[in-house]
């Protein structure tokens, strides 16, 4: 499939959280885009999706194999490399790869602890308000990723429009509104901060549990 889109995955260094947040004007992006491991990292695969760059990178990252030499393994067996644009981070590193056939509009960037990349983008500025935005924001690494996604949005976005959006989030104390899903609606993102706002207010309702198994079980795809 191919999904013109733009995303961010980070880590949070105080509680080891890794997640990514994405729009794009494909439909159900959460299906096949973020990968996110408790421990491990947390991948995006976009452009013409290769979904073993994250199924299979998460499992290399897993043996002990740094996020860059997973992905970059799996891209050289890949014969469509130059169609893949995949970011992804573990404890230490970020990667990024843009292939060369991924369209008009595309890139990524690099940060501290976190990458965002984009194809088929409305303009050049999306990419560096999601930076600029996330740099600046402040609080759990849900909130900070949700927030970047809408400065992308608000910056342009997907050229072709607007149609499904995502955030998971990997966490040793996992919370509703880790995993959102808004598989088909005229405005992605703005329904996915409505759904980030009403399972905040859930998960107040329900408390924190200790080990986080009682959240194990109740938090799943939240989808409109």
Excluded at 79 to 86: F, L
Excluded at 122 to 142: C, F, Q
Excluded at 157 to 162: L, V
Excluded at 191 to 214: H, I, N, P, S, V
């Amino acid at each position: 499939m191919r999904a013109g889109t733009f995303s961010i995955v980070a880590r949070d260094p105080k509680t080891s959280e890794f997640g990514v947040s994405t729009a794009t004007a494909a439909p159900c992006v959460g299906a096949f885009l973020p990968f996110a491991l408790e421990g491990v990292g947390a991948i995006a695969t976009q452009a013409w999706v290769n979904v073993n760059l994250g199924y299979q990178g998460l499992e290399l990252m897993r043996t002990g194999l740094s996020v860059k030499h997973a992905i970059e393994a799996l891209l050289d067996d890949d014969p469509g490399r130059s169609r893949r644009q995949v970011v992804g981070v573990d404890a230490k590193l970020v990667f990024g790869f843009t292939g060369e056939d991924c369209g008009d509009s595309k890139g990524h960037i690099l940060g501290d602890g976190f990458a965002v990349a984009g194809n088929i983008l409305a303009n050049d500025e999306i990419l560096t308000a999601m930076v600029g935005t996330y740099r600046k924001s402040k609080g759990e690494l849900s909130h900070r990723l949700l927030v970047a996604v809408e400065a992308g949005q608000e910056a342009g976005g997907d050229r072709r429009g607007k149609l499904s959006a995502a955030l998971l989030v990997a966490s040793s104390k996992p919370k509703l509104y880790h995993n959102l899903r808004v598989d088909m609606s005229e405005d992605p993102v703005r329904e996915m901060r409505r759904l980030f706002e009403k399972c905040e207010r859930m998960q107040e309702e329900y408390g924190d549990d200790e080990d986080g198994e009682e959240l194990r079980r109740k938090v799943s795809c939240v989808r409109r």
